[in-house]
Nanobody
Framework: VQLVESGGGLVQPGGSLRLSCAASGFTFSRYSMSWYRQAPGKERELVAT????????NYADPVKGRFTISRDNPKNTVYLQMNSLKPEDTAVYYC?????????WGQGTQVTVSS
């Protein structure tokens, strides 16, 4: 199982970024997928989750209305569109999958929101 994130970077407050997570090694379309983040000195926290077919999504309160999780099952990819970014969104963002065989994390991608 591999989860490979991309799309992070430095952005000014109010800007946007789209993160991608390319998955392989399992039947992607059968599983819910999530994004987590971890800011310096803080615990890792759940950001958003999407069900296997994409019919249902859930968001942490701090990102509701600004972030959108989506997926493309034929491409085995999950996305996180982040708009109206704030300095407090600065963190390493991780892709996450809970499979029958265990829990898997990507390597993370850094998002820095700063002027």
């Amino acid at each position: 199982v591999q989860l490979v994130e991309s799309g992070g970077g430095l952005v000014q407050p109010g800007g946007s970024l789209r993160l991608s997570c390319a998955a392989s090694g399992f039947t992607f379309s059968r599983y819910s997928m999530s994004w987590y983040r971890q800011a310096p000195g803080k615990e890792r926290e759940l950001v958003a989750t999407i069900t296997s077919a994409g019919g249902s999504t859930n968001y942490a309160d701090p990102v509701k209305g600004r972030f959108t999780i989506s997926r493309d099952n034929p491409k085995n990819t999950v996305y996180l569109q982040m708009n109206s970014l704030k300095p407090e969104d600065t963190a390493v963002y991780y892709c996450y999958a809970r499979l029958l065989s265990g829990v898997y994390w990507g390597q993370g991608t850094q998002v820095t929101v700063s002027s």
